[in-house]
T-cell receptor
Framework: GAGVSQSPSNKVTEKGKDVELRCDPI?????LYWYRQSLGQGLEFLIY????????KSGLPSDRFSAERTGGSVSTLTIQRTQQEDSAVYLC???????????????FGPGTRLLVL | GDSVTQMEGPVTLSEEAFLTINCTYT??????LFWYVQYPGEGLQLLLK?????DKGSNKGFEATYRKETTSFHLEKGSVQVSDSAVYFC????????????FGTGTKLQVIP
């Protein structure tokens, strides 16, 4: 079946421009995550959506970053006034997350490689 | 809050050597624990997981045991291959209700022939 898809796969932009990154999770998955992976670095949590609950935005690095999830499915990560330090691979993951102690696997998309010149 | 600490890499081993990648965590309650792997040029994928104390997750010759007493989930493999070269991430998901997943910083493994 279809996995998590992300678009665009690569994005080159100029400093100061806004960018939008899109994530299509696996159908039926209620949990959706955004991460950032900088060159040679680990995964940096950005934001987490779970069903109709308020998203956990605790990982967003600045108010230039925002994300929304429409209809509990597709999500868009927006970076306003991009800076060179925003250059990274942005990863989206989804899981069929339930309550309690169920170990739900995350399924990752291929990522969007963002380069800010 | 929850946190995961992994040994820093890169780790360089010869083929057929024994591998250990240390992972310790801080969390309340009984989190679920995971190892994810990212092969060169590929996306992250689940390697193995464990949901409760003393559980052992295993896959592709890799093993990790959930140790509540030492809050650890070390990854081991008895004989590594060149094809195991990748970045390995330890992660946890908190217990109770809806919980996000917290990842470690990743450990790069390079296996040389």
């Amino acid at each position: 079946g279809a996995g998590v898809s992300q678009s665009p796969s690569n994005k080159v932009t100029e400093k100061g421009k806004d960018v939008e990154l899109r994530c299509d999770p696996i159908s039926g998955h209620t949990a959706l995550y955004w991460y950032r992976q900088s060159l040679g670095q680990g995964l940096e949590f950005l934001i987490y959506f779970q069903g109709n609950s308020a998203p956990d935005k605790s990982g967003l690095p600045s108010d230039r970053f925002s994300a929304e999830r429409t209809g509990g499915s597709v999500s868009t990560l927006t970076i306003q006034r991009t800076q060179q330090e925003d250059s990274a691979v942005y990863l989206c993951a989804s899981s069929p997350q339930g309550q309690g102690r169920v170990a739900e696997t995350q399924y990752f998309g291929p990522g969007t490689r963002l380069l800010v010149l | 809050g929850d946190s995961v600490t992994q040994m820093e890499g890169p780790v360089t081993l010869s083929e057929e050597a024994f591998l250990t990648i240390n992972c310790t965590y801080t969390a309340t309650g009984y989190p679920s624990l995971f190892w994810y792997v990212q092969y060169p040029g590929e996306g992250l994928q689940l390697l193995l997981k464990a949901t409760k104390a003393d559980d052992k997750g295993s896959n592709k010759g890799f093993e990790a045991t959930y140790r509540k007493e030492t809050t650890s989930f070390h990854l081991e493999k008895g004989s590594v291959q060149v094809s195991d070269s990748a970045v390995y991430f330890c992660a946890l998901r908190g217990s109770g209700g809806y919980q996000k997943v917290t990842f470690g910083t990743g450990t790069k493994l390079q296996v040389i022939p």
